[in-house]
């Protein structure tokens, strides 16, 4: 069993398009992450939230705490953003359980 | 600041072998996190030290272990090596504990193939 569920697995995407990537998780958390690998492994943290919503720049990240789910949204998404996007989630206990990632590919 | 480096890049060993990696964090974080990425499992949680003391443990075997110095540099081992623990390993640093509630910075990752 899953404890961090991500959807979609793939998305292509054509440049300009608003883009949203789905996170359902099962444990009771004190936290989610958003990450985000590009080719060659390096991983960068975008967001972490433990209620509402954050933005940066183009991106912005949703939780629902109740529903147990969090969304990443792209919006005018550019051929730079191709990347992994991986969900994460730290438990009541500290451990931290990943989503397998949606493997993003914009488009020019 | 410099980053989180971790060292060796690349690694080859053999079967029933043992390895040793090496994590230094961003200066003035004192928590390091160690992961495993591979095709099959994707990304798993090793284990957190904090201070120089282990806090949190993932589930693998006893063959994965680690350490923290006092200068918050980390090291892991893994013993007596598997063909199944050829992986990507990425450590991570944050400024406090517990990470899960930090953010956290992963360095470029150790890739360890065995043979």
């Known amino acids: 069993k899953n404890e961090v569920e991500q959807s979609p697995q793939n998305l292509t995407a054509q440049e300009g398009e608003f883009i949203t990537i789905n996170c359902s998780y099962s444990?009771?958390?004190?936290?989610l992450h958003w990450l985000q690998q590009h080719p060659g492994g390096g991983i960068v943290s975008l967001f972490m939230l433990s209620s509402g919503k954050k933005k940066h720049g183009r991106l912005i990240a949703t939780i629902n705490i109740q529903e147990k789910h969090s969304s990443l949204h792209i919006t005018a998404s550019h051929p730079r953003d191709s990347a992994v996007y991986i969900c994460a989630v730290g438990d009541t206990g500290n451990q931290f359980y990943f989503g397998t990632g949606t493997s993003l590919t914009v488009i020019p | 600041k410099a980053g989180v480096t971790q060292t060796p890049r690349y690694l080859i060993k053999t079967r029933g072998q043992q390895v040793t990696l090496s994590c230094s964090p961003i200066s003035g974080h004192r928590s390091v996190s160690w992961y495993q990425q591979t095709p099959g499992q994707g990304l798993q949680f090793l284990f957190e030290?904090?201070?120089?003391?282990?806090?949190n443990k993932g589930n693998f075997p006893g063959r994965f272990s680690g350490r923290q110095f006092s200068n918050s540099r980390s090291e892991m081992n893994v013993s007596t090596l598997e063909l199944g623990d050829s992986a990507l390993y990425l450590c991570?640093?944050?400024?406090?504990?517990?990470?899960?509630?930090?953010?956290?910075?992963f360095g470029p990752g150790t890739r360890l193939l065995v043979l």
């Open positions: 030290y904090f201070s120089e003391t282990q806090r």
């Open positions: 444990v009771g958390i004190s936290a």
């Open positions: 991570a640093s944050s400024l406090g504990y517990p990470s899960a509630q930090e953010t956290q910075y």
